[in-house]
């Protein structure tokens, strides 16, 4: 248990610098780097934000944020396709996943059954606060098979929380893969760490399953209001079987 909170920390501390470098290459408010601030030794909310990332990214979700769709031109096909030969020459080896661990890649939630878990470096995700490398995603991501054993069907890569559509249409090609940040979450205050489980209407108030996604909804249950966590984030499914997405999109 202690092991798994200092990874989670780990990670915590890796995507909250990356929303600060963000503000500070972007010129964003100071108070954006604040509004992401969160207890990561509340084992509630860190198993809770890590949940939200093996979910998946539905339009609708009022605790999404997605990118706006593009047209993608000839550039960005040859582009995104460059981005796949990348990640496929360079990152085959964590089809072994056993690799990938010794490489330093963390598994989080192992215990909870998600559609697509995480592993993720702490090290190459605060490296993609300053610079794009497809040859180093923050995460690479696993399905876990009846077997128990895992089988790499993409990664995910990180943008800091201030950057603009274009900023992150250049890392990866906004016709061909929608970017996806966590946004207006409700969770009890420091103190009140017993109210995660609280419901009202059968329905739960708190986290990414909340039904509070709004500041004046979270003061009225005596929360505390997150607007933005985390950065940007974007799920290339390099790969998966032919007749799946290449990258993620709205509902995927």
């Given amino acids: 248990m202690m092991r798994k909170w200092h990874t989670a920390a780990a990670l915590m501390s890796t995507l909250l610098f990356g929303a600060a470098a963000g503000s500070a290459c972007t010129g964003a408010p100071r108070q954006e780097v604040r509004s992401t601030a969160?207890?990561?030794s509340d084992q509630r909310a860190t198993d809770a934000m890590m949940e939200?990332?093996?979910?998946?990214?539905?339009?609708?979700?009022?605790?999404?944020?997605?990118?706006?769709?593009?047209?993608?031109?000839r550039d960005d096909s040859a582009r995104f396709e460059m981005l796949l030969a990348t990640i496929r020459n360079d990152l085959t080896r964590y089809r072994d996943v056993a690799v990938a661990r010794d490489d330093g890649f963390v598994q989080f939630l192992p215990n909870v059954p998600l559609p697509i878990h995480h592993f993720t470096k702490w090290t190459w995700g605060?490296?993609?606060s300053f610079r794009f490398d497809p040859r180093k995603p923050t995460s690479l991501l696993y399905r876990k098979e009846p077997t128990n054993s895992f089988t790499l069907v993409g990664v995910m890569y990180t943008a800091p929380q201030g950057a603009s559509e274009n900023e992150l249409h250049r890392r990866v090609p906004l016709g061909l893969a929608q970017w996806h940040q966590h946004v207006n979450w409700c969770i009890?205050?420091?103190?009140?760490?017993?109210?995660?489980?609280?419901?009202?209407?059968?329905?739960?108030?708190?986290?990414?399953?909340?039904?509070?996604?709004?500041?004046?909804?979270?003061?009225a249950v005596g929360g505390r209001f997150l607007p933005r966590l985390f950065g940007w984030m974007v799920h290339i499914d390099a790969f998966a079987d032919a007749h799946s997405q290449h990258?993620?999109?709205?509902?995927s």
């Fill in 38 to 40: 969160i207890d990561t």
């Fill in 52 to 73: 939200s990332m093996g979910q998946q990214h539905v339009s609708s979700d009022p605790h999404m944020r997605l990118t706006s769709t593009r047209s993608a031109t």
């Fill in 126 to 128: 605060a490296e993609a």
């Fill in 188 to 219: 009890p205050r420091a103190n009140e760490r017993s109210r995660w489980t609280e419901t009202r209407n059968a329905r739960t108030l708190f986290g990414t399953q909340g039904t509070v996604s709004t500041e004046a909804g979270c003061d």
């Fill in 247 to 251: 990258a993620s999109k709205p509902g």
